[in-house]
Protein backbone atom coordinates (compact mmCIF):
# COMPACT_ATOMS: atom_id res chain seq x y z
CA UNK A 1 0.00 0.00 0.00
CA UNK A 2 1.57 3.50 -1.06
CA UNK A 3 2.37 6.06 1.33
CA UNK A 4 -1.84 7.21 0.72
CA UNK A 5 -4.14 8.96 3.67
CA UNK A 6 -5.82 5.86 5.14
CA UNK A 7 -8.81 8.66 5.03
CA UNK A 8 -8.37 8.35 1.52
CA UNK A 9 -7.93 5.08 1.18
CA UNK A 10 -11.37 4.43 2.86
CA UNK A 11 -13.27 7.08 1.08
CA UNK A 12 -12.01 4.87 -2.43
CA UNK A 13 -13.03 2.01 -0.91
CA UNK A 14 -16.54 2.73 0.50
CA UNK A 15 -17.01 3.38 -3.29
CA UNK A 16 -15.73 0.73 -4.82
CA UNK A 17 -14.58 -2.29 -3.25
CA UNK A 18 -16.80 -2.34 0.03
CA UNK A 19 -18.43 -5.03 -1.55
CA UNK A 20 -14.87 -7.19 -2.67
CA UNK A 21 -14.08 -10.10 -0.45
CA UNK A 22 -10.49 -8.82 -0.59
CA UNK A 23 -10.87 -5.91 1.22
CA UNK A 24 -10.99 -5.98 5.14
CA UNK A 25 -10.48 -3.41 8.28
CA UNK A 26 -9.50 -4.64 11.41
CA UNK A 27 -8.56 -2.72 14.77
CA UNK A 28 -5.46 -3.65 16.31
CA UNK A 29 -4.23 -2.88 20.11
CA UNK A 30 -1.59 -1.16 20.13
CA UNK A 31 -0.87 0.58 23.72
CA UNK A 32 -2.57 0.43 27.15
CA UNK A 33 -2.35 3.38 29.36
CA UNK A 34 -3.46 4.17 32.90
CA UNK A 35 -3.64 7.22 34.75
CA UNK A 36 -7.19 9.54 34.21
CA UNK A 37 -5.45 11.95 31.81
CA UNK A 38 -7.91 12.42 28.43
CA UNK A 39 -6.49 11.69 25.22
CA UNK A 40 -7.33 14.79 23.14
CA UNK A 41 -4.83 14.46 19.91
CA UNK A 42 -3.63 11.27 17.87
CA UNK A 43 -0.84 11.71 15.71
CA UNK A 44 1.08 9.33 13.30
CA UNK A 45 4.76 9.97 13.40
CA UNK A 46 6.41 10.61 10.36
CA UNK A 47 9.77 9.55 9.04
CA UNK A 48 11.58 6.27 8.45
CA UNK A 49 10.10 3.32 10.25
CA UNK A 50 10.79 -0.09 11.27
CA UNK A 51 10.26 -2.16 8.29
CA UNK A 52 8.29 -5.54 9.17
CA UNK A 53 7.81 -8.98 7.03
CA UNK A 54 6.81 -12.30 7.32
CA UNK A 55 8.75 -15.19 5.68
CA UNK A 56 6.05 -17.06 6.37
CA UNK A 57 2.71 -17.83 8.03
CA UNK A 58 0.93 -21.16 8.09
CA UNK A 59 -1.91 -23.13 9.43
CA UNK A 60 -2.20 -26.71 10.60
CA UNK A 61 -5.10 -27.86 12.66
CA UNK A 62 -4.93 -25.20 15.33
CA UNK A 63 -1.92 -25.01 15.46
CA UNK A 64 0.67 -22.12 13.49
CA UNK A 65 3.91 -21.34 12.66
CA UNK A 66 5.39 -18.26 11.75
CA UNK A 67 8.63 -16.39 10.98
CA UNK A 68 8.94 -12.75 11.21
CA UNK A 69 11.38 -10.69 10.69
CA UNK A 70 11.92 -6.39 11.44
CA UNK A 71 14.70 -4.52 11.03
CA UNK A 72 15.27 -1.39 13.24
CA UNK A 73 16.07 2.03 11.80
CA UNK A 74 16.59 4.93 13.28
CA UNK A 75 13.68 7.74 13.38
CA UNK A 76 15.03 11.44 14.11
CA UNK A 77 11.47 12.80 14.27
CA UNK A 78 11.40 10.49 17.76
CA UNK A 79 14.89 11.85 18.82
CA UNK A 80 13.52 14.73 21.17
CA UNK A 81 10.56 13.56 22.30
CA UNK A 82 9.82 12.71 26.03
CA UNK A 83 7.54 9.90 27.27
CA UNK A 84 5.65 10.20 30.49
CA UNK A 85 6.93 6.40 31.34
CA UNK A 86 7.56 3.25 30.25
CA UNK A 87 4.26 2.33 31.42
CA UNK A 88 3.02 4.54 28.57
CA UNK A 89 4.79 3.51 25.69
CA UNK A 90 5.61 0.06 23.87
CA UNK A 91 7.21 -1.43 21.24
CA UNK A 92 5.23 -2.93 18.63
CA UNK A 93 6.31 -6.03 15.92
CA UNK A 94 3.67 -7.54 14.39
CA UNK A 95 1.30 -9.48 17.15
CA UNK A 96 3.51 -8.68 19.45
CA UNK A 97 3.20 -5.71 22.03
CA UNK A 98 6.03 -5.56 24.72
CA UNK A 99 6.96 -2.71 26.99
CA UNK A 100 9.73 -0.26 26.20
CA UNK A 101 11.13 3.23 26.70
CA UNK A 102 11.72 6.05 24.16
CA UNK A 103 15.45 5.70 24.79
CA UNK A 104 15.26 2.05 24.42
CA UNK A 105 13.46 2.57 21.40
CA UNK A 106 15.94 4.73 19.98
CA UNK A 107 18.69 2.64 21.08
CA UNK A 108 17.78 -0.50 19.86
CA UNK A 109 17.12 1.50 16.28
CA UNK A 110 21.19 2.41 16.39
CA UNK A 111 21.96 -1.20 17.51
CA UNK A 112 19.93 -4.04 16.30
CA UNK A 113 22.36 -6.46 17.04
CA UNK A 114 21.07 -5.89 20.60
CA UNK A 115 17.57 -6.10 20.24
CA UNK A 116 17.34 -10.29 20.28
CA UNK A 117 18.81 -10.33 23.59
CA UNK A 118 15.78 -7.81 25.18
CA UNK A 119 12.79 -10.01 23.27
CA UNK A 120 14.42 -13.32 24.07
CA UNK A 121 14.46 -12.32 27.61
CA UNK A 122 10.79 -10.67 27.05
CA UNK A 123 8.88 -12.33 24.83
CA UNK A 124 8.70 -16.33 26.15
CA UNK A 125 6.63 -14.33 29.29
CA UNK A 126 4.33 -12.01 27.90
CA UNK A 127 0.63 -13.35 26.63
CA UNK A 128 -0.10 -12.45 23.31
CA UNK A 129 -3.76 -11.36 21.86
CA UNK A 130 -3.89 -11.58 18.06
CA UNK A 131 -6.87 -9.54 16.93
CA UNK A 132 -8.19 -9.87 20.62
CA UNK A 133 -7.81 -13.68 20.46
CA UNK A 134 -5.60 -15.07 23.60
CA UNK A 135 -3.71 -18.45 22.06
CA UNK A 136 -1.12 -20.17 23.56
CA UNK A 137 2.51 -19.06 22.16
CA UNK A 138 6.20 -20.74 22.07
CA UNK A 139 8.73 -18.50 20.78
CA UNK A 140 11.01 -20.84 18.83
CA UNK A 141 14.55 -18.27 18.30
CA UNK A 142 15.42 -14.73 18.28
CA UNK A 143 18.28 -14.03 15.85
CA UNK A 144 20.21 -11.40 14.54
CA UNK A 145 21.04 -11.77 10.70
CA UNK A 146 24.12 -10.17 10.00
CA UNK A 147 23.96 -9.66 6.84
CA UNK A 148 20.49 -8.05 5.98
CA UNK A 149 20.40 -6.65 9.69
CA UNK A 150 17.08 -8.02 10.28
CA UNK A 151 15.75 -9.71 13.97
CA UNK A 152 14.50 -12.84 12.63
CA UNK A 153 11.38 -14.23 14.92
CA UNK A 154 10.47 -17.27 14.63
CA UNK A 155 7.43 -18.62 16.69
CA UNK A 156 4.40 -20.80 16.68
CA UNK A 157 1.12 -20.86 18.32
CA UNK A 158 -2.16 -22.41 18.82
CA UNK A 159 -5.61 -21.09 18.54
CA UNK A 160 -9.00 -23.10 18.99
CA UNK A 161 -10.60 -20.31 16.97
CA UNK A 162 -9.19 -19.74 12.92
CA UNK A 163 -7.02 -16.64 12.64
CA UNK A 164 -7.01 -15.82 8.95
CA UNK A 165 -4.21 -13.02 8.97
CA UNK A 166 -1.39 -11.29 11.12
CA UNK A 167 -0.55 -7.57 11.56
CA UNK A 168 2.24 -5.92 9.32
CA UNK A 169 2.85 -3.40 11.93
CA UNK A 170 6.50 -2.44 13.70
CA UNK A 171 7.69 0.96 15.68
CA UNK A 172 7.02 2.61 18.67
CA UNK A 173 3.92 3.97 20.84
CA UNK A 174 3.38 6.25 23.25
CA UNK A 175 1.51 8.80 25.15
CA UNK A 176 3.61 12.07 25.05
CA UNK A 177 3.08 14.29 28.14
CA UNK A 178 5.83 16.51 28.06
CA UNK A 179 6.69 19.31 25.36
CA UNK A 180 3.00 19.09 23.42
CA UNK A 181 0.07 21.25 24.02
CA UNK A 182 -2.16 18.49 24.34
CA UNK A 183 -2.15 15.35 25.79
CA UNK A 184 -1.13 12.90 22.41
CA UNK A 185 -0.73 9.34 21.92
CA UNK A 186 1.45 8.51 19.18
CA UNK A 187 2.35 5.59 16.63
CA UNK A 188 5.07 5.24 14.44
CA UNK A 189 4.50 1.78 12.96
CA UNK A 190 4.21 2.12 9.34
CA UNK A 191 2.59 0.85 6.29
CA UNK A 192 0.82 4.12 5.48
CA UNK A 193 -0.97 4.31 8.95
CA UNK A 194 -2.33 8.04 9.51
CA UNK A 195 -3.91 9.88 12.15
CA UNK A 196 -7.32 8.82 11.00
CA UNK A 197 -6.16 4.86 11.75
CA UNK A 198 -5.66 5.58 15.62
CA UNK A 199 -8.04 5.73 18.25
CA UNK A 200 -7.99 5.40 22.12
CA UNK A 201 -10.79 4.53 24.26
CA UNK A 202 -11.05 6.60 27.63
CA UNK A 203 -12.95 4.25 29.22
CA UNK A 204 -10.94 1.15 28.55
CA UNK A 205 -7.55 3.06 28.47
CA UNK A 206 -6.75 1.37 25.18
CA UNK A 207 -5.56 2.68 21.92
CA UNK A 208 -5.56 0.97 18.68
CA UNK A 209 -4.63 1.48 15.06
CA UNK A 210 -7.17 0.40 12.52
CA UNK A 211 -4.92 -1.44 9.36
CA UNK A 212 -6.48 -2.54 6.25
CA UNK A 213 -6.32 -5.50 4.29
CA UNK A 214 -6.82 -5.37 0.31
CA UNK A 215 -5.53 -7.72 -2.09
CA UNK A 216 -2.30 -5.43 -2.48
CA UNK A 217 0.74 -7.26 -1.76
CA UNK A 218 1.79 -4.61 0.14
CA UNK A 219 -1.46 -4.24 2.12
CA UNK A 220 -1.19 -3.84 6.17
CA UNK A 221 -2.23 -7.15 7.16
CA UNK A 222 -0.30 -10.44 5.95
CA UNK A 223 -2.59 -14.11 5.26
CA UNK A 224 -1.69 -17.16 7.00
CA UNK A 225 -1.34 -19.79 4.15
CA UNK A 226 -3.32 -23.24 5.15
CA UNK A 227 -1.00 -26.59 5.64
CA UNK A 228 -2.44 -29.75 3.48
Known amino acids: MKKTSIAF ?3 FLSQSALASDDFEIKNLDILAYSGSQDVSLMDAISG ?3 DVS ?3 ATRKGNEYQVQLRVKPK ?3 VLEGREVSDTGSSNLVIGPFTVPLSLDAYNNFSKMPESL ?3 LNNLLPMMPLNIWGES ?3 DIQSIT ?3 TTRDVIIKFNFESEKEIENLPIVAGFTGIWLKGVTHTTFSAAVGKAVGRSSLSCDETTK ?3 VKLVKTSDPSSQIFPISNKD
Open 9 to 11: ILA
Open 48 to 50: DQW
Open 54 to 56: YDY
Open 74 to 76: VND
Open 116 to 118: PGY
Open 135 to 137: VNV
Open 144 to 146: FDE
Open 206 to 208: VCS
